[in-house]
Nanobody, 125 residues
């Protein structure tokens, strides 16, 4: 059964950190680029970061550059998003998505062949 499962979300104070995980199963993980998207209430879903299948292309949205780091572990079929210096505007539901090989087009929707159910990240004092 094909699955992407996000975890690691929660409530954190401004300036804090969280590490999101995306666990994949049911498809050939190392053929797929993995992207993180987020959607805040009343806003469109937006691309946050993407890592290509070959691990040689990594993209970040301008709003998270220097604060977020994406990585993947093909042996564990997992992708991680380390989020530091979190801001209230980072509050959203975060989704991981898989798209065949390339991150091309992953800044906006539509993108991705497979999606997870999302994990809530709330940054608030």
């Amino acid at each position: 059964q094909l699955q992407l499962v996000e975890s690691g979300g929660g409530l954190v104070q401004p300036g804090g950190s969280l590490r999101l995980s995306c666990a994949a199963s049911g498809f050939t993980f190392y053929y797929y680029a993995i992207a993180w998207f987020r959607q805040a209430p009343g806003k469109e879903r937006e691309g946050v970061s993407c890592i290509s299948a070959s691990n040689d292309v990594i993209n970040y949205a301008d709003s998270v550059k220097g604060r977020f780091t994406i990585s993947r572990d093909n042996a564990k079929n997992a992708v991680y998003l380390q989020m530091n210096s979190l801001k209230p505007e980072d509050t959203a539901v975060y989704y991981c998505a898989a798209g065949y090989y390339s991150c091309l087009g992953s800044a906006t929707m539509p993108w991705g062949d497979y999606w997870g159910q999302g994990t809530q990240v709330t940054v608030s004092s």
